[in-house]
């Protein structure tokens, strides 16, 4: 069975840091490009950062970049997201994907975990 297990939101000041976690197993999570998106409250999905199969290879969106930081460990089946300098506006569900090509189509990842929560409000 495919599981992707997100872990690490919650309740976060503005400039503060999180650093999101994505368990994945049931697939050969080496031979996968992995994606988080994420979903403001009453807005649609909004891509966030790609990584590729080796781990050398990230993009992000414009909002981003500089602030957040797409990894991920084959060893231990996992991609992180480390987020920094968090901001209202990065208030969302967050959501691992996996799929088989890096970019900022959302609908190409075909594995998605149930997602976590980050509130970032004083």
């Known amino acids: 069975e495919v599981q992707l297990v997100e872990s690490g939101g919650g309740w976060v000041q503005p400039g503060g840091s999180l650093r999101l976690s994505c368990a994945a197993s049931g697939f050969p999570f080496s031979l996968h490009v992995m994606t988080w998106v994420r979903q403001a409250p009453g807005k649609g999905l909004e891509w966030v950062a790609s990584i590729d199969r080796s781990g050398r290879s990230t993009t992000y969106v414009d909002s981003v970049k500089g602030r957040f930081g797409i990894s991920r460990d084959n060893a231990k089946n996992t991609v992180y997201l480390q987020m920094n300098s968090l901001g209202p506006e990065d208030t969302a569900a967050y959501y691992c994907?996996?799929?088989?090509?890096?970019?900022?189509?959302?609908?190409?990842?075909?594995?998605w975990g149930q997602g976590t929560q980050v509130t970032v409000s004083s």
């Open positions: 994907g996996a799929g088989h090509d890096a970019n900022s189509n959302y609908a190409t990842y075909f594995y």
